[in-house]
C-alpha cells in the first residue's frame, strides 16, 4: 500500500480552543504529512510494500526502525483525527459504558487511568484505551508505539508528543489530557473499535 493523508473529519478550526487552527494546521497538516512522505519513501522497495498498515507496523517492529516509526505514527495519527469531534466528550454509548465499568469499577476510574497513563507517559508518545483478552485496559507507549505492537488492540489514543498540544497549553500537558477527554473525544467511534475487538 502507498500511504496517503487522510482529511480531517472536520475544520481545521472546529474544535475551538480546546484544540486550536493553529495546532492543527501543524499537527496535521506538517506533523503528520512527514510521517506519510518519509513512510512512503521508506516503504518503497522494502519487503512490506504490499502489506496493510496494521501489518506493516507490526511487521516492521523491530525490525526496521525508521519504516516502523513513521508507519506507526501514521496509523496512531489517522486514527487520532477520528478519536476526536466538536462538542464531543459526553455520553458513552450504552455497551462500551457497561464494559468501561466492568473494567474499571467505573467510568470516572477509567477516564483517570486513561489520563494518568498520557500523564506519567516521560517524553513523547501516546496514551491508550485498548482490549485485551476482552478487558479494556489504560496504557502508555513510547514515540510511535501503539498496543498494536503488543498484546492489545487500541480503541482510544491520545498523542503526548509536545506538538500536540503546546501552541494551546505549553506545558500544562494533565489539562491538555483533560480536555481531551472531557469535550474531544468521540465516544462513538471508540465504541465501534470496542465492538470490532471483542466480536
Ligand atoms: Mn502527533
Do not use: C
Request: zero cysteines; a negative charge.
Amino acid at each position: 500500500m502507498t500511504f496517503s493523508l487522510p482529511d480531517l473529519p472536520y475544520s481545521h478550526d472546529a474544535l475551538g480552543t480546546y484544540m486550536s487552527k493553529e495546532t492543527l494546521e501543524y499537527h496535521h497538516d506538517k506533523h503528520h504529512l512527514a510521517y506519510v512522505n518519509n513512510g512512503n519513501n521508506l516503504l518503497k522497495g522494502s519487503e512490506w510494500e504490499n502489506k496493510s498498515l496494521e501489518e506493516i507496523v507490526r511487521g516492521s517492529y523491530g525490525k526496521n526502525a525508521a519504516l516502523f516509526n513513521n508507519a506507526g505514527q501514521h496509523y496512531n495519527h489517522t486514527h487520532f483525527w477520528k478519536w476526536m469531534k466538536p462538542n464531543g466528550g459526553g455520553k458513552i454509548p450504552g455497551a462500551l459504558e457497561r464494559a468501561l465499568v466492568e473494567s474499571f469499577g467505573s467510568v470516572e476510574k477509567a477516564k483517570e487511568d486513561f489520563i494518568a497513563a498520557g500523564t506519567t507517559q516521560f517524553g513523547s508518545g501516546w496514551g491508550w484505551l485498548s482490549v485485551v483478552d476482552g478487558k479494556i485496559v489504560a496504557a502508555k507507549t513510547p514515540n510511535g508505539e501503539s498496543p498494536l505492537v503488543g498484546k492489545g488492540t487500541p480503541i482510544l489514543g491520545v498523542d503526548v508528543w509536545e506538538h500536540s498540544y503546546y501552541i494551546d497549553y505549553r506545558n500544562r500537558r494533565p489539562d491538555y489530557l483533560k480536555a481531551f477527554v472531557e469535550h474531544l473525544v468521540n465516544w462513538e467511534y471508540v465504541a465501534e473499535l470496542y465492538q470490532a475487538a471483542t466480536r
